[in-house]
């Protein structure tokens, strides 16, 4: 079975020295088997297609005097549609537009002071912020003290360059406390990585941005921040499909993350905009019954 | 095997845009609609949700979908919102013709008949809706139909369905639907299928729609859902 291994462009594998004491699986770079196909290429291109539509999501985040805000949707809807390479087998259609669940956790602690937001595909978000974790631990075993923020996003980011144009759909937000201050980057599947002051990132993130650029100022209190973060996500998920349920928010400060809040954002609609009867709208509807 | 295969799941030869490799249905969920209709006892209810939208993106909040033909006579219309608004143009205009020239309103099975041809008279390049009819016929008897975007009518005892929602919908009307309800009971057990419905789909929602008919008044109401 041909498998492709990335252990070359790997700089932080340690010595081998006690291997055996030590488990291969944790420390080789993940390595996947491929399938055994006639046409790889005409499958891959097929595979990166299935993926593409499924960015339905609205995460954002920004960095302000009081650290690092982190907020996101929890709708997952089912991405994936009639995948022709398998045409010939057999014929599956799934609903683009289902709304698999409401109460999907997209904003991933990496460890207790870095935070990832996860945009794309599900399984890629999880599996890899994972890896990165193990890596962010295994650093700072092996050097006695905690990796920057910098020097975790250039790990996510030189790995998912590796499989770059292999399928995997991977849009975060890394966000962290450290030495030199807050930190924030957002790496996504095609390898690029972009340090920033304000990101929003999905299907929902022109909404989002709309508001979080009109209301941003550097000086926010930490509550007038989360209230900021918090109304994005709202408007993000009155305008867009593909965004909805819980509106959580998390501050990462000096001393690590904190989630301030969860909030569901039809009772938010409601609570912004509450219902008015007005007399004007009685009149108008018993003229048109007559 | 409740539903009848409707034509427009076999589309495979439409082009519609760069959709050619998506399979038929992408035209019908441009707009995003949910719309159901239940029989009770001497009354029945038609409902809709309330958003337009431009794939993802929603245009609007308050958007009409269900259209009153005549007292006791209402056309619910999914799929593309040009061709829905343009239809039920067409068939207001032939209903004003009719009851110029009959000088009575239609019954619905008439008036089902009559959609089910002009849906058919452009069977080759069609108008892509799916209509649900509702009404009151002889002896204030409840008559409900939906057909498909070409004019197949598949008449209904309990309840019809149609829209980007329609398969939770028919789940949910099959589980909470009891014959024979009074119109209260009707009017709660419709909005509770289509909210819980078109919160399972992206594309519909954003509020309903409910019009509750009986021999004797019409209620219009609007019902309050999750606005994502």
Redesign the interface.
Known sequence: MMKIDFSGLDPSLPVKGNAEDLDDEILAAPSFKLPVTVDFDGFQKAAVQMVKPAK?TTTLAFIFKHGVMVAA?S?A?MGG??C?ALLILNLY?I?????AS?SVKKIIEINPYMLGTMAGGAADCQFWHRNLGIKCRLHELANKRRISVAGASKLLANILYSYRGMGLSVGTMIAGYDESGAGLYYVDSEGGRLKGTRFSVG?GSPYAYGVLDSGYSFDLSVEDAAELARRAIYHA?????????VASVYHVGPGGWKKLSGDD??EM??SYYP?EPTTVEQEM?DVR?A | MRRKALAFDHFLHLNVGKCS???SGVIF?YN?SALVAMVGKNCFAIASDRRL?V????IATDFQKIYRIHHTLFIGLAGLATDTQTLYQRLVFRHKLYHLREERDMKPETFASLVSAVLYEKRFGPYFCQPVIAGLGDDDKPFICTMDSIGAKELAKDFVVAG?AS?SLYGACESMFKPDMEAEELFETISQALISSV?????SGWGGHVYLVTPTE?T?RIL?????
Request: net charge negative; proline share 0%.
């Open positions: 339905g949707d709708r809807s549609y009639i022709k259609k609903n683009l537009y289902l709304a409401q299907s998920t009155f305008r867009d499909g593909a965004s909805g349920g954002v039809g609609h409601y219902i509807a019954i | 490799n998506f399979g969920e995003g939208g794939q993802l993106q929603t980007t398969e919160d399972r789909d992206c594309l019409v219009e309050k859902g999750r606005m994502d």
